[in-house]
């Protein structure tokens, strides 16, 4: 677990979302934190470095600027490594799971279009052997806060 | 989206660059002036294409180690009422929608909730099942045992 200070926490409790879409928006943040801007960017580039924020910027809504869906299989046991090996290396899959469940495999798969979708589904199945439960999105309802960090 | 707003994206789906000028470099990439680049992303956030700017925590890192994809069976006359309230809640980091498909899946409504023990995650799952009450007809909590591969969006092509 990468340790944060004081500091860190406020950052993330304060900044998980309105970055100021403003010309210095670590500046901003700076001002807001009673840090330098210069500060504000060694920290961010730090926890970044530490893996506990995967990146400053946007998050978009799912299926704005390309389709997605979510896919699971049911690999048997002895083939979980090939399989989840095989699929983690797809440049359209950008998350791979493996889940307790008789579902042990779950997947996100993204691509421009639907087509393209459709297509690397179509793959995995042909290449393995086995069905692929294809499961899109269908509503999202909104988490606009983002996820509170409870840090005690 | 058109496609400057594609563009824009595309440019900004790794993350902005931690330079004072984060803006200008997006806008030095995509060919668009800075302020129409800050204009635009204003624009996609007020419509909803863009939900937050900000810093996205892995909370993997941060110990929330257990992370559980908690599927409901709930009556589809009141899933997307029943959705709505428990995103509202803070409980949980992504709440769907999604299809079932019988008999494999009976599943309709996901929920992913994150803790740093087990019972934590659990105990918002219960939560989450006082608030559906008795909409719901079966429920499971999918704990996830190995990432194998986690990057932010990507778009192909």
Redesign the interface.
Known sequence: ??P?DETDRR??DG?????P???????AMAAALGLT?AEV?AR??S??E????????????PN???RST?A?MAVPEARLEEV??L??AL???????????R?NL??VV???DAA?VAAALARVEATTGLPV?D???????????????RWT | MDEADRRIVAATQDGLPLLPRPYHAVAEATGLPPGEVMARMERLLAEGAIRRIGAVPNHYALGYRFNGMAVWDVEDARVDALGARIAALGLSSHCYRRPRHPPAWSYNLFTMVHGRTREEALGAVEEIAAVLGDAVRAREVLFSTRILKKTGLRLAG
């Open positions: 677990m990468v944060l950052l993330l900044f998980q979302r309105d970055l879409l403003a010309p210095q928006p670590y500046a801007e960017i961010l580039a926890l970044q530490a893996g506990a924020v995967s990146r400053v910027g946007a998050v978009v809504r704005t600027a390309g979510l699971a989840g090996g699929i983690a440049p359209e899959v950008n998350h791979c799971y493996e889940r307790e469940h579902l779950w997947f993204t691509a421009g393209g439960l499961l899109p999105l269908e509503a999202e309802y909104r988490i606009d806060l983002g996820f509170p960090l």
